[in-house]
C-alpha cells in the first residue's frame, strides 16, 4: 500500500506540474494577469506537496512512522489549497471571471483576456484530483495501520 501511495503521488504530482507549466506559460505569472489562482496559494500547495513527497520516499526508506505522520499532516494543508484552486477554477471556466471583469470595465486584461488557468484541461484538473484523494487516503491508512 506505501509504494501504491508513492506511485498515485507521482501520478498527482505529474498532472499537477502540468498544470503548473501551463499557468506559468500562459501568463499566470504576468504583471496585471487576470489569474483567480493566487501566487502564494499555487506555490505553497506546489512546495508542500512536493515537501510530503520527499518525506514519503524518506519513511519508505526508513519505515519511520513519524515520517508516516508527517506527510498526512502536510497533506492537508495541500488539500486545502487544493480546493481553494478548484473552486477558484470553476469560476474561471464558468465564464464568471471574465464577465465581472468586462462588467467593471478594467480594459484588455493580459494574455489575451483570458486567465492563465483557463487553459487546464478539464481530464487533467480531475485526474489531479481524483490520484489526490487516492493518495490522500492511501496515506492515512499507511499511517495508522503501521
Known amino acids: 500500500m506505501e509504494v501504491t501511495a508513492l506511485v498515485t503521488w507521482l501520478v498527482t504530482a505529474l498532472g499537477g506540474f502540468y498544470m503548473l507549466s501551463t499557468w506559468i506559460s500562459r501568463g499566470g505569472l504576468a504583471p496585471g ?25 524518506i519513511y519508505l526508506a526508513t519505515d519511520s512512522q513519524a515520517l508516516a505522520w508527517t506527510a498526512l499532516i502536510l497533506l492537508i494543508p495541500v488539500a486545502l489549497l487544493g480546493l481553494t484552486m478548484f473552486a477558484r477554477w470553476l469560476g474561471v471556466t464558468r465564464g464568471t471571471h471574465v464577465a465581472a471583469h468586462a462588467a467593471v470595465g478594467a480594459g484588455t486584461p493580459a494574455g489575451g483576456g483570458e486567465p492563465a488557468e483557463r487553459s487546464f484541461p478539464v481530464p487533467i484538473v480531475l485526474g489531479h484530483g481524483l490520484f489526490a484523494v487516492i493518495t490522500l487516503v492511501l496515506v492515512l491508512v499507511a499511517a495508522v495501520s503501521d
Not at 35 to 56: C, D, E, N
Request: proline share 8%; no cysteine.
Open 33 to 57: 494577469s487576470t489569474s483567480r489562482l493566487p501566487k502564494p496559494v499555487i506555490f505553497g500547495h506546489f512546495l508542500l506537496a512536493a515537501t510530503g513527497l520527499v518525506v514519503w520516499i
